[in-house]
Each structure stands twice: as structure tokens, then as C-alpha cells.
T-cell receptor
Framework: EPEVTQTPSHQVTQMGQEVILRCVPI?????FYWYRQILGQKVEFLVS????????KSEIFDDQFSVERPDGSNFTLKIRSTKLEDSAMYFC???????????????FGPGTRLTVL | AQKVTQAQTEISVVEKEDVTLDCVYE???????LFWYKQPPSGELVFLIR??????QNEISGRYSWNFQKSTSSFNFTITASQVVDSAVYFC?????????????FGKGTKLTVNP
């Protein structure tokens, strides 16, 4: 069964460093998402991506964040200068299509735990 | 604005007990989807069910059942004859389907502990 994969599973970095989190969505999916979950808290939407551009972003997704689909398979989240409060689990998700179709489910990857020291 | 409330922060039951996890949502849209995801201790998010706003039929899948009531804006989840493997955090989520990104808005989750 196809699944969303994410690498690395755990990333430790120093404050102020840049990190890139990588995701490989399910191959025929068209919509891609990043969410984050601070330890013990709820899952929060960061950004959605469709047709090679951001379709929606949250207040959390400030200028320090960027997303890219560099090669048609990978979907990356970059944090330019990490802060302590960026420590969280970051989930990638993908979805096949939109609207009132049976394929509206977002499937999540296993997550990348980011620790900023 | 969309909002999902899971008032139960933690629930603890003994194996074989039935347990219901509550979810109440707010949305201005007439077309939306509701979801339940399971997050076991290993941390991944596992999709359990999707229900669209036009389908109020309750659903049963093995030991799991869901009760969707538009009149009370609730989408509750019942586990019958709970097992230790059901121990996890369960998230209810909502997405609106009006041409936007259909992002998911999650509740804070209910941590279920099933004791042997």
C-alpha cells in the first residue's frame, strides 16, 4: 500500500541553523501539506501546496519557513534560522484530489521530530 | 472560523469496557468533512474515518463506530470491548470543502489508556 515517507525521523540542530525536512508524498497525489505538533499539543496546519505553489498558509508559517517541490517527487520544508520554539514533530501529508470526491483523505507520513538546542 | 473541541483530555478504562470519545465542531460552511485519526505511542497519525456533511449515517467498522449528529455538531467515536492496543491519542479533525486548501483543523486530542 502506498504511503507517505519522511526523512529524517529525528533531526537535532543548533538554534539559528537551517534545516530541511523531506517528504515523499504518495506518487499520484496532487495536494501536499505540512503540519506540526509541539510535544503534548494538538496538530497544527502550516501550509498547503498545489500545482507548484502555496495554496494556503497559517500564521505560524512566517518568512522563516519555505516549501518546495524540487523534483516532482520530494516535498521539502525549510526553516531558515531555527528557534527553540520550532522544536516539534513535523508531519507531511498528501491528498489525491479535492472537492466532494471519495479521495479527500489526507494521508500522513510518520513525522520528523525536530529538536532545536 | 472552524473549531474542533475534544473536551475529554484523558480517559482511562479497563480492557473490554466500551468507551466513547466526544467531538464537537464549529463551522460556517454547509459542506465539510470530519475525520478521526489515531496517534499511537510511536507517534504516527493513522487515518480511521472520514465523513462528509451530507452523510449522517452512522458507521461501524469492527469494534469502532461513529455517531454523526449535525443537529448537535457532534461526531463521536465509540470503541466497543476496548483492548490494550487501543491505547493512543485520538484526534478529531474538520476540513471545509469550498475550493480552499481543505486543510485539517484538529482538536486537542483525547488520550485513551486501556489497562489490562
Amino acid at each position: 500500500e502506498p504511503e507517505v515517507t519522511q526523512t529524517p525521523s529525528h533531526q537535532v540542530t543548533q538554534m539559528g541553523q537551517e534545516v530541511i525536512l523531506r517528504c515523499v508524498p504518495i506518487s499520484n497525489h496532487l495536494y501536499f501539506y505540512w503540519y506540526r505538533q509541539i510535544l503534548g499539543q494538538k496538530v497544527e496546519f502550516l501550509v498547503s501546496f498545489y500545482n507548484n505553489e502555496i495554496s494556503e498558509k497559517s500564521e505560524i508559517f512566517d518568512d522563516q519557513f519555505s516549501v518546495e517541490r524540487p523534483d516532482g517527487s520530494n516535498f521539502t520544508l525549510k526553516i531558515r534560522s531555527t528557534k527553540l520554539e520550532d522544536s516539534a514533530m513535523y508531519f507531511c501529508a498528501s491528498r489525491l484530489a479535492g472537492g466532494l470526491t471519495p479521495t479527500d483523505t489526507q494521508y500522513f507520513g510518520p513525522g520528523t521530530r525536530l529538536t532545536v538546542l | 472560523a472552524q473549531k474542533v473541541t475534544q473536551a475529554q483530555t484523558e480517559i482511562s478504562v479497563v480492557e473490554k469496557e466500551d468507551v466513547t470519545l466526544d467531538c464537537v465542531y464549529e463551522t460556517r460552511d454547509t459542506t465539510y468533512y470530519l475525520f478521526w485519526y489515531k496517534q499511537p505511542p510511536s507517534g504516527e497519525l493513522v487515518f480511521l474515518i472520514r465523513r462528509n456533511s451530507f452523510d449522517e449515517q452512522n458507521e461501524i467498522s469492527g469494534r469502532y463506530s461513529w455517531n454523526f449528529q449535525k443537529s448537535t455538531s457532534s461526531f463521536n467515536f465509540t470503541i466497543t470491548a476496548s483492548q490494550v492496543v487501543d491505547s493512543a491519542v485520538y484526534f478529531c479533525a474538520l476540513s471545509e470543502s469550498q475550493g480552499g486548501s481543505e486543510k485539517l483543523v484538529f482538536g486537542k486530542g483525547t488520550k485513551l489508556t486501556v489497562n489490562p
